[in-house]
């Protein structure tokens, strides 16, 4: 059902009246090495606006990242719950998380990894991902920015490589995803996103029991 509804007039409708914080640039970069606030706006106005172009500012704030389950926001998004479904794997599971993305065209994430396994599903819009494999982290100058979560400050789009040298021998795997396709991260894989339009993702983080050896 999420193919058939779940537009950005859709969820402007559900989330008429919710005031959430965004943060206040849809670049992951400057939000996680210069500007990490964020502001509450109606996510209704955010969302009609994204597709008018009107939101001022040097970059649009962003509605991502969100956990639907949260009891802060869970309410809102109890309707849309069974609307989509991803697959069964991992006997090892030992827990899931499921996470909203609702952004404009342009807005792009760092070079980064997950310490789980994820599937992104494209539900609207297009969105483009860049790929590494673990052992691509010596060229990727990424910093820990938490117990399980590295990030790398290298523009991936304009990269500068007098700052960043070894950038140039990374060697990625980039896919766009339209809608209705889905896309397996294994845990530790770097990678990075940017949408091609206005974009809605929806993915699930798998934990399992033997992620938290390879953390260490």
Same mark, same amino acid.
């Given at each position: 059902?999420?193919?058939?509804?779940?537009? +950005?007039?859709?969820? $402007?409708?559900?989330?008429?009246?919710?005031?959430? +914080?965004?943060?206040?640039?849809?670049?992951?970069?400057?939000?996680?090495?210069?500007?990490?606030?964020?502001?509450?706006?109606?996510?209704?106005?955010?969302?009609?606006?994204?597709?008018?172009?009107?939101? $001022?500012?040097?970059?649009? +704030?962003?509605?991502?990242?969100?956990?639907?389950?949260?009891?802060?926001? $869970? +309410?809102? @998004?109890?309707?849309?719950?069974?609307? @989509?479904?991803?697959? #069964?794997?991992?006997?090892?599971?030992?827990?899931?998380?499921?996470?909203?993305?609702?952004?404009?065209?342009?807005?792009?994430?760092?070079?980064?990894?997950?310490?789980?396994?994820?599937?992104?599903?494209?539900?609207?819009?297009?969105? =483009?991902?860049?790929?590494?494999?673990?052992?691509?982290?010596? @060229?990727?100058?990424?910093?820990?920015?938490?117990?399980?979560?590295?990030?790398?400050?290298?523009?991936?789009?304009?990269?500068?490589?007098?700052?960043?040298?070894?950038?140039?021998?990374?060697?990625?795997?980039?896919? =766009?995803? #339209?809608?209705?396709?889905?896309?397996?991260?294994?845990?530790?894989?770097?990678?990075?996103?940017?949408?091609?339009?206005? $974009?809605?993702?929806?993915?699930?983080?798998?934990?399992?029991?033997?992620?938290?050896?390879?953390?260490?």
């Amino acid at each position: 059902p999420a193919l058939e509804k779940w537009t +950005p007039s859709y969820f $402007a409708g559900l989330l008429d009246g919710m005031e959430h +914080p965004l943060r206040e640039t849809d670049d992951e970069s400057e939000y996680t090495f210069v500007n990490h606030n964020k502001r509450i706006m109606s996510v209704s106005d955010y969302i009609i606006a994204l597709e008018s172009q009107e939101l $001022a500012g040097a970059r649009r +704030p962003y509605f991502g990242n969100i956990p639907i389950a949260d009891p802060a926001v $869970a +309410p809102w @998004f109890e309707s849309i719950k069974g609307d @989509f479904q991803f697959p #069964e794997v991992a006997t090892d599971r030992i827990g899931e998380e499921v996470r909203l993305w609702i952004g404009g065209k342009g807005q792009k994430s760092t070079i980064h990894n997950d310490s789980n396994h994820g599937f992104n599903a494209q539900v609207y819009g297009q969105k =483009t991902f860049l790929l590494y494999p673990p052992e691509q982290h010596p @060229f990727l100058y990424a910093v820990r920015i938490s117990d399980e979560t590295w990030v790398s400050p290298v523009d991936w789009e304009n990269p500068d490589l007098y700052v960043h040298p070894d950038y140039a021998r990374a060697r990625g795997t980039g896919v =766009t995803l #339209e809608p209705g396709e889905m896309l397996y991260i294994p845990a530790f894989w770097w990678h990075s996103a940017r949408a091609e339009s206005v $974009a809605i993702n929806v993915n699930i983080w798998i934990f399992t029991s033997d992620i938290g050896k390879w953390v260490q």
